[in-house]
Nanobody, 121 residues
């Protein structure tokens, strides 16, 4: 299983970005999610979605601003990030779990390489 994340960049506070994560391999039934890690901080859960897209989970700090979704082929996950704040600045990592919605980094089975998101004030 390989996860390829893209879509990071530099944006001003209040702006928007859309991250994408494409999964290869037999992953169409895997729950997937996003984590982030800011400099000097531990990796934290951001959002996750089950395989069908019918159930989602978010960390409180992004509720109402971020939306996670899956593509029709189920092997692509998106993270639409609106009303971005400087504290959202971090490297964002795509994650997949074979069985459950990935909300704990220690339980994640597969990681993608990170994509940098920088929000300027």
């Amino acid at each position: 299983v390989q996860l390829q994340a893209s879509g990071g960049g530099l944006v001003q506070a209040g702006g928007s970005l859309r991250l994408s994560c494409a999964a290869s391999g037999r992953t169409f039934t895997y729950p997937m999610g996003w984590f982030r890690q800011a400099p000097g901080k531990e990796r934290e859960f951001v959002a996750a979605i089950n395989w069908s897209g019918s159930s989602t989970s978010y960390v409180d700090s992004v509720k109402g601003r971020f939306t996670i979704s899956r593509g029709n082929a189920k092997n692509t996950v998106y993270l639409q990030m609106n009303s971005l704040k400087p504290e959202d600045t971090a490297v964002y990592y795509c994650a997949a779990d074979r069985f459950t919605i990935p909300t704990v980094s220690d339980d994640v089975d597969y990681w993608g390489k990170g994509t940098q998101v920088t929000v300027s004030s």
